[in-house]
């Protein structure tokens, strides 16, 4: 039955109300390859490889798309390279030719951003390759019954609206069955390792002069029968030093809250005081209200912080039924922790000065409110934890 307006307004969004991640968030491995279209072979005036080319982009570059990618502190050689994604659907080890797109799980749009000067400062490329969030990988995964035919595809990107990339997919060196063949041949390949099957020609590093990207740059990624992938290249500065500094707290709450021994957790100083249990549960829902809070003020400066939800609704976050263990509070505050770090990975140094009213706090900025909700708010918890933890070790019948 056809749904009405109504019921399908029930699933529309809006965008800055959503935390998009990248399709493959937690890859186990990312294995690219080099040098795997003709014109990109000739415009670094190589040989075309008898063998694929393969080296690693780890982990901590994911992000997601619409993220800022930090323009590096230690280079101004920052490039681009439109890539098309294979997703491994299921493990394998010495896999066949014939066999391999059974391994497929689909198709992904990715960026292999590199810092030229550190990729050939030594033969191995890694430390070019794997600058924090280098690898915006999105905005979806289409399944492979999606794309029967992955190497008749159209490849693009845009560096704002100057094209600087164009082929297909059906002119890759190595084709996909013989990569993940290949590949298959030396480590086993798991469900949601990636392999980045290679750039076409118009790389910024070819171009004369250079062509490569600054900050306030837009790159744009597109695969035909995928989508696009686009991400802003940022200042963040300032940005990393606060979530270097949040990342610390975390430690230290966590460091304090393991100590806490499984009876303690739901220990009460006085009567109105809060339990260990009730401080980490209330840490990471205010990590997430804020978190989304901010992202909104992002959005749209100037409007309301701490809009949707009262102070006292956020406390009842903290009214637990005594039966939580140390591991899901774990868990929560690690969600708290992500939730945080993703919005700032979606934010500039300029967006530190956006400002935002609440009726409370007057006018201030997203560097105040991260400031005093978020790294303060942490601060304050790891000596309470502490304090109520000791407080129960010195009880009498302990």
């Not at 905005?139 to 190497?151: I, K, Q, R, Y």
């Not at 840490?283 to 804020?290: T, Y």
């Not at 899901?328 to 934010?347: D, F």
Request: net charge negative.
């Amino acid at each position: 039955m056809e749904q009405s307006a109504s019921e399908r307004q029930a699933y529309i969004y809006d965008p800055d109300s959503v935390q998009r991640l990248s399709p493959i968030p937690h890859p186990g491995k990312i294995v690219c390859v080099g040098r795997n279209y003709h014109d990109h072979v000739s415009e670094m005036k190589r040989d075309v490889p008898t063998i694929p080319v393969v080296f690693a982009k780890l982990s901590n570059t994911v992000c997601a798309d619409g993220d800022g990618v930090p323009f590096p502190q230690v280079s101004d050689q920052l490039d681009y390279e439109a890539e098309l994604g294979v997703v491994i659907g299921k493990q394998g080890r010495y896999i066949s030719e014939e066999d391999a797109m059974d391994y497929v799980a689909g198709y992904t749009v990715l960026n292999d951003i590199t810092v030229r000067d550190w990729q050939h400062r030594t033969p191995q490329w890694l430390q070019g390759k794997s600058f924090d969030l280098s690898g915006p990988i999105g905005p979806v995964m289409v399944t492979a019954d999606e794309l029967p035919d992955p190497h008749r595809l159209d490849i693009k990107l845009w560096l704002n609206d100057e094209l600087r990339q164009h082929d297909n997919t059906g002119r890759l060196i190595f084709n996909i069955p013989f990569l993940i063949s290949f590949i298959s041949q030396f480590m086993t390949l798991e469900p949601g390792d990636i392999i980045a099957t290679g750039t076409p020609g118009g790389v910024g590093v070819a171009m004369n002069p250079k062509g490569f990207m600054k900050v306030g740059d837009v790159v744009r990624v597109e695969i035909e029968g995928i989508g696009s992938l686009e991400n802003r290249i940022v200042n963040t500065e300032n940005v990393r030093k606060i979530a270097t500094g949040i990342r610390e707290l975390h430690a230290d709450l966590e460091r304090a809250a393991v100590k806490v021994a499984a009876p303690a957790l739901h220990f009460k100083p006085s009567g109105d005081a809060w339990s260990v249990a009730q401080i980490l549960a209330h840490v990471a829902e205010f990590e997430h209200f804020f978190s989304q809070d901010v992202l909104h003020v992002k959005g749209n400066p100037g409007t309301n912080f701490g809009r949707t939800v009262t102070h006292e609704a956020r406390l009842e976050a903290v009214n637990l039924s005594g039966t939580e263990t140390l591991v899901t509070l774990m868990e929560g505050l690690n969600r708290g922790k992500q939730e945080v770090l993703h919005m700032l990975s979606r934010l500039t140094d300029d967006d530190l000065s956006i400002e935002a009213v609440n009726p409370k706090f007057g006018t201030k900025t997203i560097a105040w409110i991260i400031g005093h909700f978020i790294t303060e708010h942490l601060e304050k918890h790891i000596g309470q934890v502490e304090r109520t933890h000791r407080a129960y070790q010195a009880q009498p019948q302990h």
